[in-house]
């Protein structure tokens, strides 16, 4: 989704470039983001010069494109410091594992860097490197830092990778960058230094080698959710069973599979999450034994044992410290009810609910709010749409308890 000129007019955001193949994916990010009304400034690398060249950006951009340190015509009087003054933040894409390890280390030794450690605006990276450079364990150690320090890391993806190779280093494409250069520039802050967890999509539980439970989940909603809280500024973990759907630039995305890698995958990360949205569609039962080799199809009847599996929710509400909780609720048939049970069963502040033949599958559907003061209906509208409201009435529930208990 494109934003029009009139929503991101009068932003900024300066654009380092390093060297890497993925530099011309970067191409197609500026010319969008220019489109969009974005003022778009870009730095780059000597390295970066070698893949493509500073006059295609200018082209595309209208500005100047910045390369040299030493640079002292008028115009680039001071570079290192005038040029991210007055910027949104800056964006450096592709990030290589070089000028990753410089930023994590405070090195300034050519104009990005020293622009990225003197400046006064946030600052996003996308890695793009090979697999084995990904995985080192340097580099997870200097993106760790980069973390602790504030820096927005985006990606990366898995997939084909220029060296012919195939895992995790791969830049993200140029429409996820333009979305996160979005998200952040509308962002409204008011949940900027709150983490926000969610949970989103079905659960597959295997029954074989080729078989499973699973629920007609597409997951729309929860990314929906995921997106609307990085928009008001959030930190955002996503925890995802298995969709067709590319993730929004959240800060942590978990792929996982079934309803106990679920659970273990919240636990791991709930301790660190003020707010928990449960969306995921959880199975409710799983086999009791999963066999390791396809069963064989017969004339005969076949019984499969299912089990209860654990009520991530419920396990979350319950803690000593827990965070504050939303549910979900699809119901078939009395819906307020239903959900009015689940919301008093498990303590909830807050619990969503939607008829599950409207919801499932549509871009559209209706929710009905449930909490302390009763009831409130969110008419249809798009699950984006329908995402941005519910983020705004968690943050009032929030924020009113809070002040509550700021009291005593």
């Given at each position: 989704?494109?934003?029009?000129?009139?929503?991101?007019?009068?932003?900024?955001?300066?654009?380092?470039?390093?060297?890497?193949?993925?530099?011309?994916?970067?191409?197609?990010?500026?010319?969008?983001?220019?489109?969009?009304?974005?003022d778009v400034q870009t730095v780059m690398t000597k390295a970066a010069c070698r893949f493509?060249?500073?006059?295609?950006?200018?082209?595309?951009?209208?500005?100047?494109?910045?390369?040299?340190?030493?640079?002292?015509?008028?115009?680039?009087?001071?570079?290192?410091?005038?040029?991210?003054?007055?910027?949104?933040?800056?964006?450096?894409?592709?990030?290589?594992?070089?000028?990753?390890?410089?930023?994590?280390?405070?090195?300034?030794?050519?104009?990005?860097?020293?622009?990225?450690?003197?400046?006064?605006?946030?600052?996003?990276?996308?890695?793009?490197?090979?697999?084995?450079?990904?995985?080192?364990?340097?580099?997870?150690?200097?993106?760790?830092?980069?973390?602790?320090?504030?820096?927005?890391?985006?990606?990366?993806?898995?997939?084909?990778?220029?060296?012919?190779?195939?895992?995790?280093?791969?830049?993200?494409?140029?429409?996820?960058?333009?979305?996160?250069?979005?998200?952040?520039?509308?962002?409204?802050?008011?949940?900027?230094?709150?983490?926000?967890?969610?949970?989103?999509?079905?659960?597959?539980?295997?029954?074989?080698?080729?078989?499973?439970?699973?629920?007609?989940?597409?997951?729309?909603?929860?990314?929906?959710?995921?997106?609307?809280?990085?928009?008001?500024?959030?930190?955002?973990?996503?925890?995802?069973?298995?969709?067709?759907?590319?993730?929004?630039?959240?800060?942590?995305?978990?792929?996982?599979?079934?309803?106990?890698?679920?659970?273990?995958?919240?636990?791991?990360?709930?301790?660190?999450?003020?707010?928990?949205?449960?969306?995921?569609?959880?199975?409710?039962?799983?086999?009791?034994?999963?066999?390791?080799?396809?069963?064989?199809?017969?004339?005969?009847?076949?019984?499969?044992?299912?089990?209860?599996?654990?009520?991530?929710?419920?396990?979350?509400?319950?803690?000593?410290?827990?965070?504050?909780?939303?549910?979900?609720?699809?119901?078939?048939?009395?819906?307020?009810?239903?959900?009015?049970?689940?919301?008093?069963?498990?303590?909830?502040?807050?619990?969503?609910?939607?008829?599950?033949?409207?919801?499932?599958?549509?871009?559209?559907?209706?929710?009905?709010?449930?909490?302390?003061?009763?009831?409130?209906?969110?008419?249809?509208?798009?699950?984006?749409?329908?995402?941005?409201?519910?983020?705004?009435?968690?943050?009032?529930?929030?924020?009113?308890?809070?002040?509550?208990?700021?009291?005593?």
């Amino acid at each position: 989704m494109r934003i029009g000129v009139s929503v991101v007019s009068k932003k900024r955001v300066l654009l380092g470039v390093t060297g890497g193949v993925a530099a011309y994916k970067v191409v197609e990010l500026a010319r969008v983001l220019t489109q969009d009304g974005v003022d778009v400034q870009t730095v780059m690398t000597k390295a970066a010069c070698r893949f493509i060249g500073p006059v295609t950006f200018q082209s595309l951009t209208g500005n100047p494109v910045y390369t040299d340190l030493w640079e002292t015509n008028a115009a680039c009087d001071m570079a290192h410091i005038n040029l991210s003054r007055g910027a949104n933040m800056i964006l450096v894409a592709p990030a290589s594992a070089n000028f990753i390890a410089k930023l994590a280390n405070g090195l300034a030794d050519d104009l990005l860097s020293t622009l990225c450690i003197a400046r006064d605006c946030s600052l996003m990276i996308a890695p793009a490197m090979n697999r084995q450079m990904w995985q080192n364990p340097a580099m997870q150690r200097n993106l760790l830092l980069l973390r602790q320090d504030g820096v927005k890391i985006i990606g990366p993806a898995s997939g084909e990778q220029a060296c012919g190779e195939i895992g995790m280093g791969r830049m993200l494409e140029a429409s996820e960058l333009v979305e996160a250069v979005q998200i952040f520039i509308q962002a409204d802050t008011l949940l900027r230094g709150k983490n926000i967890l969610v949970t989103a999509g079905p659960t597959y539980e295997a029954i074989d080698a080729v078989r499973g439970i699973t629920n007609n989940s597409s997951g729309k909603m929860g990314y929906a959710v995921a997106k609307a809280a990085l928009e008001m500024g959030a930190k955002v973990t996503l925890i995802s069973g298995p969709t067709c759907l590319l993730s929004p630039a959240v800060d942590k995305f978990i792929s996982v599979v079934s309803a106990e890698e679920m659970l273990r995958a919240v636990q791991a990360e709930v301790s660190q999450a003020d707010i928990f949205i449960s969306v995921a569609a959880v199975a409710d039962y799983r086999a009791a034994s999963i066999s390791q080799q396809k069963l064989k199809k017969s004339t005969n009847k076949l019984s499969v044992e299912l089990i209860p599996n654990p009520d991530i929710l419920m396990a979350v509400s319950t803690l000593p410290n827990a965070p504050f909780c939303i549910g979900f609720a699809a119901e078939t048939e009395d819906l307020e009810k239903n959900a009015a049970a689940k919301r008093n069963r498990k303590k909830l502040p807050l619990l969503v609910a939607n008829l599950a033949q409207d919801a499932i599958g549509s871009d559209e559907n209706e929710l009905i709010l449930l909490d302390d003061d009763g009831k409130h209906v969110l008419p249809k509208a798009a699950k984006i749409e329908q995402a941005r409201r519910l983020m705004k009435h968690i943050y009032l529930l929030y924020n009113k308890k809070f002040k509550k208990n700021e009291k005593y």
